[in-house]
């Protein structure tokens, strides 16, 4: 059985629909219940507070871990998911870290997720890390200010940003859940094309005056007109 956390986003639903349409067993993990493909058990849990996450872990070989933003927290200890797996008999964990790990190694989050990956490492466990660009239906966020401006906030709008399609993260995490070549590989996944801001919008959205613009301000404007998803 192979146990899927954040089975309710971007890639967690995906990937929980591929391991169930391959015929594996799945446990599906989020904080609030949620529609799931057939066959597949979904058990509510909070990973801010690992203990939750024993009645999923029960009989599972795998384990997919995602962790949200809170979990980057100084404070907060997700190496203690690793122990509780490995405790519960798991077998193997693939862990969906970041690109940021090394190409920006000194953010905090960066930090706390370098840690995650070191613990993993650092475990009896097979595993394997996922590094994954920007994602790219962060692109929705623009939506609405598109639809009322046609303008794209960003902090920097002609440097080039690796995306990532979800759904090929999902596929990514499924190839190792399943099969053994894969243990122990860092794989950092992005498009087949690293977009500046202006041909990374061009295929997403078009405003009703066929204009595009970023407006000025930077990355202080950015940050206030942006709330990115993932």
Request: with cysteine.
């Amino acid at each position: 059985m192979i146990v899927v956390t954040g089975a309710t986003g971007n890639v967690g639903r995906p990937l929980t629909q591929a391991l169930a349409g391959a015929g594996e067993q799945v446990t599906a993990v989020s904080r609030h219940a949620a529609a799931m493909p057939d066959g597949v058990r979904h058990v509510p849990a909070d990973l801010a507070e690992p203990q939750g996450l024993t009645p999923a872990l029960d009989g599972a070989k795998a384990l997919f871990l995602l962790l949200s933003g809170d979990l980057h927290a100084p404070e907060a200890r997700p190496s203690d998911i690793i122990d509780l797996a490995a405790a519960s008999g798991v077998r193997r964990v693939v862990l969906l870290s970041s690109q940021g790990v090394a190409t920006r190694p000194l953010g905090p989050s960066r930090i706390a997720m370098r840690a995650v990956e070191d613990a993993l490492r650092e475990s009896r466990l097979d595993w394997a890390v996922l590094r994954p660009g920007g994602f790219a239906s962060n692109a929705l966020a623009w939506a609405q200010s598109v639809r009322t401006q046609g303008t794209l906030a960003a902090p920097f709008g002609d440097v080039g940003v690796p995306i990532v399609d979800p759904a090929d993260i999902a596929e990514v995490a499924a190839a190792c859940l399943l099969d053994d070549r894969h243990t122990g590989g860092i794989f950092e996944l992005t498009g087949c094309q690293r977009p500046c801001g202006c041909p990374q919008r061009r295929p997403v959205v078009l405003p009703t005056d066929g204009q595009q613009k970023f407006p000025g301000g930077g990355q202080i404007s950015a940050r206030h007109r942006l709330v990115w998803v993932s």
